[in-house]
């Protein structure tokens, strides 16, 4: 039983998802000390330069090489700018489900980035890695990670309570942990069925179709 992710790229009209490159260090830094960033990951605050090497170099490639995920850096195709990234992580290979999580960098938000990221990953591992199951988890109060999950067509299946610690801002601007709920998500093969289409004709980028 295959217990690894191939390494791969995946492609959309607008995007590329692929491994993360040393070029990509200067702006995965920037947007890692975003202040959302911050906020709802469990990123090293600040983010230094070493924090970026290390991931790009070891950790990231380690999520693939050793059966636990995969990461991919989320490029802009025209411009090959990162604009965010896509994670699996928590891989089962037995019963064929993971875990994907998604950041998007504070100068790409707004355009359906991290949406049409998740349903181009969600196409990949359902077709071709004959997965059956997304699932996702999003803070309480994330808003926005909510939206891209519903607009991915995700069905929201629960609340873990108290089960996350995200980060706050106080007024000296520094941060300090808060305990939150995290909000289950699924995405099986089935809830695809439409979704793309509907978000291709709704934000004017492609069905995910050439997907490669």
Known sequence: ??????????????????????ADIP???????????IAWT????????RDAEAWVSRLAPA???EGRGLVLAVTEFLTQRLVGLARL????????ATEISYITAPW???????TESVLAVAQWLFRDQTFERIELRTAADNTAAQ??????????EGVLRNAWIARTQTEAGGWIDIRTDLIVWSLLPEDLEGVAEHMADAGGYGSFTDWN
């Open 1 to 22: 039983m295959t217990t690894t992710f191939p390494d791969v790229s995946i492609s959309t009209e607008r995007l590329v998802l692929r491994p993360f490159e040393a």
């Open 27 to 37: 702006a995965h830094i920037e947007m890692m000390n975003d202040e959302p960033v």
């Open 42 to 49: 469990s990123t090293p605050h600040p983010y230094t330069t």
């Open 63 to 65: 999520e693939r090489t």
């Open 89 to 96: 992580q928590n891989t089962n290979w037995r019963t064929r």
């Open 108 to 114: 790409a938000r707004g355009e359906g980035y991290a």
């Open 147 to 156: 939206q891209v999950a519903q607009k991915a067509g995700c069905i929201s």
